[in-house]
């Protein structure tokens, strides 16, 4: 376990720009909810980190990091739910075919 | 016949006043809605199924309104008898309009002034309709027309009787309406329409005058209930209240044609002659002198207004009496005379002489009337010709029309004792007492004009010799069915005895004392010092100096035109008209009726056409423009903007990304600083 704050919020950040270069670039909706769940964990990191060196943030950053915890697995369920139905719709797991809300 | 059946109403009675008379009112007033009721239902029924009907559609009609005429007589015996109490009584039917404290009531009223409105109206309504039985016989679409008289006869009958100023508002534009919709009967004919809208039209000059009026009452009393604004208006400045009598003579200009506004009458005899009868003659022309008399109250503490009255009346009929002369269609000789008749009216209200005024609207409903329906009967019996240039010589072949209309000729023309004299004198003597010297004058001259134009009409109509046309067809001309001459004599009755019957005895006739409740006060207030009648001195004077009046046009227009066997001669008539330029001129000015009808075209239809022009120039380029600007700015910008919403979600992610980098770009620049 490295002793600076600094190495982890540098892999937090490297974290969060691959899960945003991901959710951007990939097509397959599966792949986008994987990427949101990478930048989640980013910032859990980011948050636990602060947690372990900041002392007055000690126990509220655990708190916050299990809700975030909690957000990220209800959000993944629902977008997986959403992801599913569409599949279903429309046969393709294609995001840059969703364009019905064009029209 | 109308002796009061409770002489002195009880002197404790006057103490309590109007509460227990309402309280008390007899059952006949129970019976005054059905006056409403029945034409209203009549108009209804004839409107849905007339048609279906076809020949006998004039049934219904004619029997609700021969129904309403019998209830009418009741009530009009029972208000002049005293039953409904000195002041007469009312009912309130329901709340019209309940609008916080604008509260308006749906209530009926029965005055003695009503009830004098009511025999005119009622009578006269009853014998049109059964003229127009006969008369429009042949026309496909009568049951329309009875619907529409029915309709007619609803109107007027809740104007005189409507107690609040907006009921009787309500009521003006319903004649008005009724009174559109029979001058454009017969819509196919271009005229007939044109007519119908100038009527309109010209009416809602004065009707603009009449609503701003009424709003005037509701601002400054707070009520518009006619008794109760009365008292209230009574305390206001003279200001307001010369302000709300000058707007609700407006009204009256316009409903009773006067001048300016006294166009649209004689091209309302585009309608079928029933009803300029009817509607343009005996009743709803009538409507501005009964609303006059009726604010008499406003009018009393108005003193200058009350000149203006005068002015416009007399004017009116002096303007009116010299078209007549020249015009030779039969319908608008009448139609002149009547507009001139309603001059004398407003001259009489002018000069405070309420009784005189109604007076002459009750025997000019009743001569005109007649005079309208016998030049009906002539049109008719010389097959729809109304030029009187294409009759003459008739009287031996349609006696019963040319009798009835002698007596009414005579009868407007003031010869005694037939009903004009008396009307007529009335306003003349009293004009003259009450130091409406020139009112008196112009009266006077136009006493000789009217007897002159009547004559004039009577011998181009029935006396000398048949024109080309008359001879063309003189073996086909017939006197009218029974329907319409029945009509005709029932009216010459009341056009010969009502002077009689009203005007006597003397300087207290029976009309002012039916009247006095509703006028004393007023009369009271302008004229204090009236002298009693003499009529071995001023008033004796005056009657012979009226009779003289109208002999002098009589005997003129009988050395001009004729009489019976003896023709007429054209060229004194005509060296008489070409004497020299001024004559000429007066000849040709008459006979264009003075270029009004020119004017109002300059005024209006040129002029106001260029301002309309310009005005919808405006509309359309600067005022259209910036709205269409703001449209088309919208929809462009729009369209425009739409492109950036693709539908694609990575689009928007990666316009949030964008969006977060630049604003932690931008803190952190601005934190580094």
């Given at each position: 376990?490295?002793?600076?704050?600094?190495?982890?919020?540098?892999?937090?950040?490297?974290?969060?720009?691959?899960?945003?270069?991901?959710?951007?670039?990939?097509?397959?909706?599966?792949?986008?909810?994987?990427?949101?769940?990478?930048?989640?964990?980013?910032?859990?990191?980011?948050?636990?980190?602060?947690?372990?060196?900041?002392?007055?943030?000690?126990?509220?950053?655990?708190?916050?990091?299990?809700?975030?915890?909690?957000?990220?697995?209800?959000?993944?369920?629902?977008?997986?739910?959403?992801?599913?139905?569409?599949?279903?719709?429309?046969?393709?797991?294609?995001?840059?075919?969703?364009?019905?809300?064009?029209? | 016949?109308?002796?009061?059946?409770?002489?002195?109403?009880?002197?404790?009675?006057?103490?309590?006043?109007?509460?227990?008379?309402?309280?008390?009112?007899?059952?006949?007033?129970?019976?005054?809605?059905?006056?409403?009721?029945?034409?209203?239902?009549?108009?209804?029924?004839?409107?849905?199924?007339?048609?279906?009907?076809?020949?006998?559609?004039?049934?219904?009609?004619?029997?609700?309104?021969?129904?309403?005429?019998?209830?009418?007589?009741?009530?009009?015996?029972?208000?002049?008898?005293?039953?409904?109490?000195?002041?007469?009584?009312?009912?309130?039917?329901?709340?019209?309009?309940?609008?916080?404290?604008?509260?308006?009531?749906?209530?009926?009223?029965?005055?003695?002034?009503?009830?004098?409105?009511?025999?005119?109206?009622?009578?006269?309504?009853?014998?049109?309709?059964?003229?127009?039985?006969?008369?429009?016989?042949?026309?496909?679409?009568?049951?329309?027309?009875?619907?529409?008289?029915?309709?007619?006869?609803?109107?007027?009958?809740?104007?005189?009787?409507?107690?609040?100023?907006?009921?009787?508002?309500?009521?003006?534009?319903?004649?008005?309406?009724?009174?559109?919709?029979?001058?454009?009967?017969?819509?196919?004919?271009?005229?007939?329409?044109?007519?119908?809208?100038?009527?309109?039209?010209?009416?809602?000059?004065?009707?603009?005058?009449?609503?701003?009026?009424?709003?005037?009452?509701?601002?400054?009393?707070?009520?518009?209930?006619?008794?109760?604004?009365?008292?209230?208006?009574?305390?206001?400045?003279?200001?307001?209240?010369?302000?709300?009598?000058?707007?609700?003579?407006?009204?009256?200009?316009?409903?009773?044609?006067?001048?300016?506004?006294?166009?649209?009458?004689?091209?309302?005899?585009?309608?079928?002659?029933?009803?300029?009868?009817?509607?343009?003659?005996?009743?709803?022309?009538?409507?501005?002198?009964?609303?006059?008399?009726?604010?008499?109250?406003?009018?009393?503490?108005?003193?200058?207004?009350?000149?203006?009255?005068?002015?416009?009346g007399i004017f009116t009929a002096i303007l009116a009496a010299s078209i007549a002369f020249t015009q030779t269609d039969i319908k608008r000789v009448l139609a002149y005379s009547t507009v001139s008749q309603l001059g004398y009216m407003f001259a009489a209200l002018g000069v405070g002489a309420f009784t005189a005024?109604?007076?002459?609207?009750?025997?000019?409903?009743?001569?005109?009337?007649?005079?309208?329906?016998?030049?009906?009967?002539?049109?008719?019996?010389?097959?729809?010709?109304?030029?009187?240039?294409?009759?003459?010589?008739?009287?031996?072949?349609?006696?019963?029309?040319?009798?009835?209309?002698?007596?009414?000729?005579?009868?407007?023309?003031?010869?005694?004792?037939?009903?004009?004299?008396?009307?007529?004198?009335?306003?003349?003597?009293?004009?003259?007492?009450?130091?409406?010297?020139?009112?008196?004058?112009?009266?006077?001259?136009?006493?000789?004009?009217?007897?002159?134009?009547?004559?004039?009409?009577?011998?181009?109509?029935?006396?000398?010799?048949?024109?080309?046309?008359?001879?063309?067809?003189?073996?086909?001309?017939?006197?009218?069915?029974?329907?319409?001459?029945?009509?005709?004599?029932?009216?010459?009755?009341?056009?010969?005895?009502?002077?009689?019957?009203?005007?006597?005895?003397?300087?207290?006739?029976?009309?002012?004392?039916?009247?006095?409740?509703?006028?004393?006060?007023?009369?009271?207030?302008?004229?204090?010092?009236?002298?009693?009648?003499?009529?071995?001195?001023?008033?004796?004077?005056?009657?012979?100096?009226?009779?003289?009046?109208?002999?002098?046009?009589?005997?003129?227009?009988?050395?001009?035109?004729?009489?019976?066997?003896?023709?007429?001669?054209?060229?004194?008539?005509?060296?008489?008209?070409?004497?020299?330029?001024?004559?000429?001129?007066?000849?040709?000015?008459?006979?264009?009726?003075?270029?009004?009808?020119?004017?109002?075209?300059?005024?209006?239809?040129?002029?106001?056409?260029?301002?309309?022009?310009?005005?919808?120039?405006?509309?359309?380029?600067?005022v259209d423009g910036t709205v269409n600007g703001v449209g088309r700015l919208t929809v462009d910008a729009g369209r425009g903007l739409r492109r950036v919403q693709t539908g694609r979600v990575q689009n928007y992610a990666l316009g949030i990304a964008i969006g977060l980098i630049v604003m932690a770009g931008a803190?952190?620049?601005?934190?580094?600083?």
């Amino acid at each position: 376990m490295s002793q600076s704050l600094d190495a982890y919020l540098v892999l937090a950040g490297i974290l969060f720009a691959i899960g945003s270069f991901g959710f951007l670039a990939r097509r397959n909706a599966i792949s986008m909810l994987m990427s949101i769940e990478l930048m989640i964990n980013a910032v859990n990191l980011a948050i636990v980190a602060f947690g372990a060196f900041v002392p007055e943030l000690n126990v509220d950053a655990s708190v916050i990091a299990l809700m975030v915890m909690a957000v990220a697995a209800a959000e993944a369920t629902v977008g997986l739910a959403i992801v599913m139905a569409i599949y279903r719709n429309r046969r393709t797991p294609l995001v840059d075919e969703y364009d019905a809300m064009r029209q | 016949m109308f002796e009061p059946l409770i002489p002195s109403a009880a002197p404790w009675l006057a103490a309590v006043e109007a509460e227990p008379i309402a309280a008390t009112a007899s059952q006949v007033l129970n019976l005054v809605p059905l006056l409403l009721l029945l034409p209203l239902s009549g108009f209804i029924f004839t409107a849905l199924f007339g048609r279906r009907i076809g020949r006998f559609a004039f049934l219904v009609p004619l029997l609700l309104i021969v129904a309403t005429w019998a209830i009418a007589m009741v009530v009009v015996y029972e208000a002049l008898s005293g039953g409904f109490g000195e002041h007469g009584a009312g009912i309130t039917l329901w709340t019209w309009i309940p609008a916080g404290a604008f509260q308006v009531q749906m209530g009926l009223y029965v005055d003695q002034l009503t009830a004098c409105l009511l025999i005119v109206v009622t009578t006269i309504g009853m014998l049109v309709h059964l003229y127009s039985v006969g008369y429009m016989a042949h026309d496909p679409g009568r049951w329309r027309f009875f619907a529409y008289l029915n309709l007619f006869m609803f109107s007027m009958l809740l104007l005189v009787l409507g107690d609040s100023w907006l009921t009787v508002f309500a009521a003006w534009e319903l004649v008005g309406l009724s009174s559109y919709l029979l001058i454009g009967f017969w819509y196919p004919k271009r005229s007939a329409a044109l007519a119908a809208k100038k009527a309109f039209i010209v009416n809602r000059v004065g009707d603009v005058g009449f609503a701003l009026g009424i709003m005037l009452i509701w601002v400054s009393t707070g009520t518009l209930n006619i008794r109760e604004s009365f008292e209230l208006i009574a305390k206001l400045d003279s200001t307001t209240i010369a302000a709300i009598a000058l707007l609700v003579f407006c009204g009256a200009v316009g409903k009773s044609a006067q001048f300016p506004l006294h166009v649209w009458l004689p091209d309302a005899m585009e309608g079928p002659t029933p009803v300029s009868a009817l509607i343009h003659a005996a009743t709803m022309v009538n409507a501005g002198v009964y609303l006059v008399a009726r604010a008499n109250p406003i009018f009393a503490l108005a003193p200058n207004v009350m000149v203006i009255v005068a002015a416009i009346g007399i004017f009116t009929a002096i303007l009116a009496a010299s078209i007549a002369f020249t015009q030779t269609d039969i319908k608008r000789v009448l139609a002149y005379s009547t507009v001139s008749q309603l001059g004398y009216m407003f001259a009489a209200l002018g000069v405070g002489a309420f009784t005189a005024a109604i007076f002459h609207l009750m025997a000019h409903g009743f001569f005109k009337g007649l005079l309208f329906l016998g030049s009906g009967s002539v049109i008719h019996a010389v097959h729809e010709e109304q030029d009187m240039n294409n009759m003459g010589g008739l009287w031996r072949k349609i006696p019963i029309t040319h009798w009835t209309m002698f007596v009414g000729a005579l009868a407007i023309a003031g010869i005694p004792p037939l009903a004009g004299f008396f009307s007529k004198d009335e306003i003349l003597a009293e004009s003259f007492k009450f130091a409406f010297g020139w009112v008196w004058l112009i009266g006077l001259v136009v006493a000789v004009m009217t007897a002159f134009y009547m004559w004039r009409l009577m011998a181009k109509t029935f006396y000398g010799e048949p024109s080309a046309h008359a001879r063309s067809i003189w073996d086909r001309i017939r006197e009218s069915t029974w329907t319409m001459t029945v009509p005709l004599v029932l009216l010459a009755i009341p056009s010969a005895l009502i002077g009689l019957f009203l005007g006597l005895p003397l300087g207290d006739s029976r009309i002012t004392q039916w009247l006095e409740p509703v006028f004393a006060e007023s009369e009271e207030l302008l004229h204090p010092d009236k002298q009693p009648f003499q009529l071995a001195g001023i008033d004796g004077v005056l009657i012979i100096l009226s009779v003289a009046a109208a002999t002098l046009g009589l005997v003129v227009a009988i050395w001009l035109f004729g009489a019976f066997r003896r023709a007429g001669s054209r060229s004194r008539v005509e060296s008489l008209t070409d004497a020299n330029g001024a004559t000429r001129f007066l000849y040709r000015a008459t006979l264009n009726k003075w270029w009004f009808d020119d004017l109002n075209h300059l005024l209006f239809i040129v002029i106001g056409g260029r301002v309309a022009d310009a005005m919808w120039w405006f509309d359309r380029t600067v005022v259209d423009g910036t709205v269409n600007g703001v449209g088309r700015l919208t929809v462009d910008a729009g369209r425009g903007l739409r492109r950036v919403q693709t539908g694609r979600v990575q689009n928007y992610a990666l316009g949030i990304a964008i969006g977060l980098i630049v604003m932690a770009g931008a803190y952190l620049a601005i934190a580094a600083r």
